[in-house]
């Protein structure tokens, strides 16, 4: 099997590292609820919305875990994925950025270029041969 392209790797590699990040952050946030004597910010907002957010977040960070490690084992779901992931990030961000979000401008600009790379034959033909899921994905 030849190597990853170094985009892909350093796609795989943020999303493992942004999911592994999250999923730290989640377990620490779990302790600080366990604890006596919490942030005033957390008692405020209510045992409900407090673990809604946990979850939510809970969510993105193993998707990005789950993207890292299908992008390295090369699976052809991983690139559905990514693109349903990226058809989500541009229904949130594209309408603040056409409101004048320039934040929001160089999201979805950034995002256009990731998706232009992720649908380029050779990036795709390694998740799929001749339009065909690989035997081994």
């Not at 609820?33 to 919490?38: A, S």
């Not at 993207?67 to 090369?74: E, F, K, L, P």
């Not at 229904?91 to 320039?102: C, D, F, I, L, Q």
């Given at each position: 099997m030849k190597p990853l392209p170094l985009g892909l790797k350093l796609l795989a590699g943020f999303f493992l590292i942004f999911g592994g990040t999250g999923v730290f952050c989640l377990l620490l946030a779990c302790i600080v609820?366990?604890?006596?004597?919490?942030s005033p910010g957390v008692a405020e907002m209510g045992p409900g919305m407090y673990w809604l957010i946990i979850m939510?977040?809970?969510l993105f960070s193993v998707l990005h875990l789950v993207?890292?490690?299908?992008?390295?084992?090369?699976k052809p779901w991983t690139w559905w994925l990514i693109v349903a992931c990226f058809i989500f990030f541009f229904?949130?961000?594209?309408?603040?950025?056409?409101?004048?979000?320039?934040k929001d401008l160089l999201s979805v600009v950034a995002g256009g270029l990731l998706l232009w790379y992720w649908f380029r034959p050779s990036v795709k033909s390694i998740f799929f041969k001749a339009g065909i899921p690989c035997a081994d994905g």
């Open positions: 609820e366990v604890l006596p004597g919490k939510v977040a809970s993207m890292g490690i299908g992008v390295i084992r090369r229904a949130s961000h594209a309408p603040n950025a056409m409101a004048g979000g320039k």
